[in-house]
């Protein structure tokens, strides 16, 4: 009998045991296969970086350009963005555009999706010119409006006469 109470027992520790290490192994991360790590020398940490390369041609000048998420490496993790553009061969930051869900858009096909909290961020031709924006619902306006006086968390980037153009987002 009590052989058979000790079989029972090593078998549920072995069960416990099996699904802990279950537990740890199914955690991943959204869209992980454009998520790359960085070291910052400043936070000195080693930071997840959403990494859009060879997706859009933001500038319209027939080349891909980059657009990144780079997180603050808190425990809830916000990202702010920068933008490589191949006509500039140079990162634009926008330290103060913050998302907490950086990953791929997809398309969105009325607008009456974006009246929902996500996606938050998305690339897509929304004026009809052929050139593609960004649009991003960030975390909170108070740092747009003391920016760019945009009363608004729902932003659009758009490209005009050669630069980067920060703007309310309508939907008219
Ligand atoms: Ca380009
Ligand atoms: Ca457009």
């Known amino acids: 009998m ?3 109470i000790f079989i029972v027992l090593s078998g549920l520790s072995y069960l416990n045991a099996f699904s802990q290490i279950d537990s740890i192994s199914v955690v991943k991360i959204p869209d ?8 910052d ?8 970086t959403y990494h859009y390369a ?11 350009d980059v657009i990144e998420f780079i997180s603050n490496g808190g425990a809830h993790s916000y990202y702010h963005m920068r933008i490589w553009l191949s006509s500039k ?7 103060k555009l913050e998302i907490d869900f950086p990953y791929l858009p997809k398309e969105v ?6 009246d ?18 960004i649009y991003l619902n960030l975390d909170d306006y108070s740092s747009v409006l003391a ?26």
Not at 32 to 39: G, T, V
Not at 54 to 64: E, Q, S, V
């Open 54 to 64: 060879d997706l859009w041609d933001i500038d319209n000048d027939k080349y891909t």
């Open 109 to 114: 096909k009325n607008l009456e999706m974006l």
């Open 147 to 172: 920016e760019y006086g945009i009363p608004s968390k729902r932003i659009l980037i758009d490209f005009k006469e050669g630069e980067l153009i920060v703007m309310r987002f309508k939907t008219k």
């Open 116 to 133: 929902q909290p996500y996606p938050q961020f998305v690339v897509q031709d929304f004026d009809n010119d052929n050139i593609k924006e």
């Open 2 to 4: 009590r052989k058979i």
């Open 89 to 95: 061969s140079k990162w634009i930051d926008y330290p």
């Open 32 to 39: 992980e296969e454009y998520a790359i790590y960085k070291y």
């Open 41 to 48: 020398s400043d936070l000195e940490m080693t930071i997840l």
